[in-house]
């Protein structure tokens, strides 16, 4: 982005920062003080409608469950009429509060990440002369076909393979290199792209990510368009990236893999079609005492051991985990670590406390929740095979597990023009405020 730009964005969130003060002040002002009391409403309505929603959803009696929805309903509309009858004046006030905070906070993000130098990449000497599509039409609900993705990279010159029932995308890809296939690349969802990954890694061929997939985390990560999955097959013209992958045993993992309730939710055959209703069923089991936790044996670098955990996920790189917009995000894939993270929670109240401390950006290390960074970890378990989730892909693994970082063994291809993830932004911060008050006035953004 420009100076100018930047300039421009950051006089536009400190006017909207004045705004939303502006309207603070209007609400206190003119209420003669039963803004105190709203407030007072607000954060205990708050309280009981997550209170009430978290028993609704860990509670196993239906009846139980529609009277707290009923409650949480009733509550909120209280607050609702609470805030209605504060005054016009009032509510012209809150209005500017919200639309100043909104704006603010668009403002100040678009001000201060910019558009990014072009990702670390090296051009190509010349294009793949044989390149290889894998393309998955079931995936993200079809969304391949309903692009028409295959019929644009054959007129492209790429040779597509329609994956069919039964096929399998390693020995598919395999093949293709065998064939004279100088890069490979998959149309899918994650938990396809380390199989194909992996033949790339093993034969040093490049590859390329089309994200037809309904989350195509990995896609995100790379920073292309998921909303425009044609602009990705540029990748076969572009540029050259060097990122890391997992391994865990002999298996690739490109995002993370999960073990322990998150596993065993992947595993459960409704997951694809009934998500939520799903992890609410097996997710709960551990909190009640109703299913065992992951019974395992590992060590984080000062030597803390883990006996048991609810969940144990490690990650190619590390996950922001700080909320926002770029919640569950990695802003690198060529750190060379892997992220360790394992939940111990034991009840449904330790769970919803770190879900909010994630939310609220103030995660830390403690009696529920451990994180950190190696580039090896041993996973030892009480039963010769644990069930997995590799890229969201339910397997069964063989005990003890080796889990090591392989530092750019993968050549990956991206569009020429692709721009790296913007720098996550904290508006709600001083340093925030200061960063935005020195470009309005120098013009660009302080680091």
Known sequence: MSGKAARGWALAALVALVLSVSGLVVVVVGSEGAFLAVILDVVLSLAVVAATGWWAFTTSRVWKRWLNVAVAVLVAAALVISLIIVGLAEGVGLAAMIVGLLGYGGAARRALAGDG????????????????????????????????????????????????PGDDPTALARRAVADGADAVGVAGGDGSLGLVAAVAVESGVPFVCIPVGTRNHFAGDLGLDRAHPLAALDAYTGQERRIDVGMVGDRVFVNNVSLGAYADVVAEPSYRAEKL??????????LRGERAL???????????????????????????????????ARARLDDGQLQVSALRARTGAALAGLAARITAGRVASGANWAQWTATTLRVDARVPRLPAGIDGEAVELDAPLEFRIL???????????????????????????RRLVRTAIGGRPAA
């Open 277 to 286: 209703a799903t992890a609410r069923t097996v997710l709960l089991g551990p």
């Open 407 to 433: 530092p750019g063994m993968l050549r990956v291809l991206v569009p020429a023009a692709l721009r790296p993830r913007p720098p996550q932004v904290r508006p709600l911060s001083w340093a925030t405020l």
């Open 117 to 164: 130098a072009p990702v670390p990449a090296a051009g190509l000497d010349q294009p793949p002369a044989r390149p290889w599509l894998l393309v998955n039409l079931s995936s993200g609900g079809g969304k391949a076909e309903r692009s028409g993705l295959v019929e644009v990279a054959r007129a492209r010159g790429i040779a597509v393979h329609v994956l069919a």
């Open 294 to 328: 992951l019974q395992v044996d590992f060590y984080d670098p000062e030597g803390n051991a883990f006996r048991d955990v609810l969940v144990l996920l490690v990650a190619n790189n590390s996950y922001e985990l700080s909320g926002g917009s770029t919640l569950g």
